[in-house]
């Protein structure tokens, strides 16, 4: 199975509403990243956090990561239609490779 | 401002049939990759090379040759098709091959096997 799974594997909310996206994960990291995916489109980085990082935040983008509970969770604050797409988490569980989840479809109605 | 190239971007072959992905990126990166994409899967790699001149497996190497021509380019091949690698598959690069590096990824080939 996947390293990273995330969960749910598919939301939808309303323009305005804030989005959560979790990831959990089964060996210990020194840093995992999200990516998002737009339709027929390839992945675009978002952000890294590191292990020795409880949260990090990047404009309407807040990631938390909790090392003893092998989770990380994405949020986007007042979403956009144009955040509809798909969301991955990729860890480093192997060491030297990335390892990405199945991902989180979300879809924002205006 | 290309980042990184993928051709083609849509194939259909029949079974035993052969082709070559190409993949191409103007960022001077080091590194680079090359995923399968399946639903429920997620991103799964084939192949990577971490600099010019040398290439290692993923996790799905069976039935596919890479070659890294030189820094910019890296080329996937199929020699004998089969209806299990129809897959979207994607190429990426990253300046070094630390797995804190960001991923560049290309926006896909789309390929089916008949």
């Known amino acids: 199975s996947q390293q990273g799974e995330e969960d749910p594997q598919a939301l939808s909310i309303q323009e305005g509403e804030n989005a959560t996206m979790n990831c959990s994960y089964k060996t210990s990291i020194n840093n995992l990243q999200w990516y998002r995916q737009n339709s027929g489109r390839g992945l675009v980085h978002l952000i890294l956090i590191r292990s020795n990082e409880r949260e990090k935040h990047s404009g309407r983008l807040r990631v938390t990561l909790d090392t003893s509970k092998k989770s990380s969770s994405l949020l986007i604050t007042a979403s956009r239609a144009a955040d509809t797409a798909s969301y991955f988490c990729?860890?480093?569980?192997?060491?030297?490779?990335?390892?990405f989840g199945t991902g989180t479809r979300l879809q924002v109605f205006p | 401002n290309a980042g990184v190239t993928q051709t083609p971007k849509f194939q259909v072959l029949k079974t035993g049939q052969s082709m070559t992905l190409q993949c191409a990126q103007d960022?001077?990166?080091?590194?680079m990759y090359w995923y399968r994409q399946d639903p429920g899967m997620g991103l799964r790699l084939i192949y990577y090379?971490?600099?010019?001149?040398?290439?290692d497996k993923g996790e799905v190497p069976n039935g596919y040759n890479v070659s890294r021509l030189n820094k910019r380019e890296f080329s996937l091949r199929l020699e004998s098709a089969a209806p299990s690698q129809t897959s979207v598959y994607f190429c990426?690069?990253?300046?070094?091959?630390?797995?804190?590096?960001?991923?560049?990824f290309g926006d896909g080939t789309r390929l089916s096997i008949l």
């Open positions: 960022m001077n990166h080091n590194s």
């Open positions: 990426a690069s990253s300046k070094g091959d630390r797995v804190i590096q960001p991923q560049h």
């Open positions: 090379s971490a600099s010019e001149g040398t290439t």
């Open positions: 990729a860890t480093d569980a192997r060491g030297d490779k990335l390892i």
